[in-house]
């Protein structure tokens, strides 16, 4: 429990020096070619508030890379194109839904 509280706060905010969930750069990567567009991103990582709080990349982390690995683990484990994408569709939506509360005042303040 006390990881999954520290993982979910992780996803609305994130300190200067760290980032959000790896999965969000991986699909803002361009390694599968049509996934912005079936998922409704734009080329910006920084159109999307949860993902742009923190550090947008990582000098030892290759984004492209982990979207390869992502994907081509989607295929081993049998997984449809259409499931793959239901899944980046997935991972999308929560980028998106951190636009809808930026402008929420949090609780406390």
Not at 52 to 64: A, Y
Not at 80 to 108: L, S
């Amino acid at each position: 429990m006390v990881v999954y509280l520290l993982e979910k706060s992780r996803l609305t905010y994130q300190q200067p020096l760290e980032r959000c969930y790896h999965a969000f750069y991986n699909l803002m990567s361009d390694q599968v070619p049509d996934l912005k567009e079936k998922c409704l991103l734009s080329n910006d990582i920084k159109d999307y508030w949860f993902v742009s709080q923190g550090k947008l990349t990582v000098p030892s982390i290759d984004d492209r890379e982990d979207m390869q690995f992502a994907d081509e683990a989607f295929d081993i484990l049998g997984f449809t194109t259409d499931e793959k994408y239901d899944v980046f569709k997935n991972t999308a939506a929560m980028m998106h839904m951190g636009n809808f509360t930026k402008d929420f005042v949090p609780v406390g303040k």
